[in-house]
């Protein structure tokens, strides 16, 4: 079955920085793009960041420059690196998988990133 474990999340003060990290498994994972996206209660979820299957990149806007999102293929394993992190961040950060057709996407169960001095 696929599976997507997120992990990574906790608190951190203002300006500090987290890595979280996604383990995929289940499905070819190299040839699916992969992206994060957060929620917070009460809102929708949000794409944060998404890597292609080639590994072209692309950020919301309210990240660019603060986030960076990889991947390590032969490890099924997609990152996120976040620093200069702000109360804004906060939320469950989901990872997400679509298959090349776009027919197929899967999601991960979320880990928290709370941002608070």
């Known amino acids: 079955q696929v599976q997507l474990v997120e992990s990574g999340g906790g608190l951190v003060q203002p300006g500090g920085s987290l890595r979280l990290s996604c383990a995929a498994s289940?499905?070819?994972?190299?040839?699916?793009?992969m992206s994060w996206y957060r929620q917070v209660p009460g809102k929708e979820r949000d794409l944060v960041a998404t890597?292609?299957?080639?590994?072209?990149?692309n950020y919301a806007d309210s990240v660019k420059g603060r986030f960076t999102i990889s991947r390590n293929n032969p490890k099924n394993t997609v990152f996120l690196q976040m620093n200069s992190l702000k109360p804004e961040d906060t939320a469950v950060y989901y990872c997400?998988?679509?298959?090349?057709?776009?027919?197929?996407?899967?999601w991960g169960q979320g880990t928290q990133v709370t941002v608070s001095s």
């Open positions: 289940g499905f070819t994972f190299s040839s699916y793009a």
């Open positions: 890597i292609t299957a080639g590994g072209s990149t």
């Open positions: 997400n998988a679509v298959s090349p057709s776009r027919v197929y996407a899967y």
